[in-house]
């Protein structure tokens, strides 16, 4: 068999990440106009726990994304790292609505970030068929 010589690096869409940006932007923005307006109210409190909570969630979509490496599945995000070998994969599943999840030999099934690309499922079915 060929090498895989398909796309390896899965990340999330640049426009998901503008949407969270332009809501952190407006969070922050919200907070700082009300906390000048009345002080330390609960709707300021409340859009600076948005704020915060918007920052968490943008780190996360930026650090997240699956590498198709040479004999493993790398899954990296903002809480940590999985590592499927290839030899432990036994099938990929995508169903509409859910996202992509690896069958593993042992019965298990591992999901994957639900935001890392279209066709991922695809691309793991072509490098799970070749040598590389």
Not at 1 to 30: D, N
Not at 47 to 61: E, K, R, S, Y
């Amino acid at each position: 068999m060929s090498p895989y010589a398909g796309r390896r690096v899965f990340r999330s869409a640049p426009w998901l990440l503008g949407v969270l940006t332009a809501v952190e932007v407006l969070f922050t923005a919200g907070a700082w106009w009300l906390y000048r307006l009345q002080g330390l109210a609960l709707p300021t409190v409340i859009l600076a726990g948005l704020a915060v909570f918007g920052i968490v969630a943008l780190m996360d979509t930026a650090t997240r994304r699956v590498v198709l490496g040479s004999d493993a599945v790398h899954v990296t995000g903002l809480w940590g790292r999985r590592r499927y070998a290839k030899r432990e994969i036994v099938g990929v599943s995508e169903e509409k609505g859910g996202p992509p999840a690896l069958k593993l030999a042992d019965g298990r099934w591992a999901k994957l970030p639900p935001d890392v690309g279209h066709h991922v499922a695809n691309s793991i079915r072509a490098w799970l068929t070749t040598d590389s």
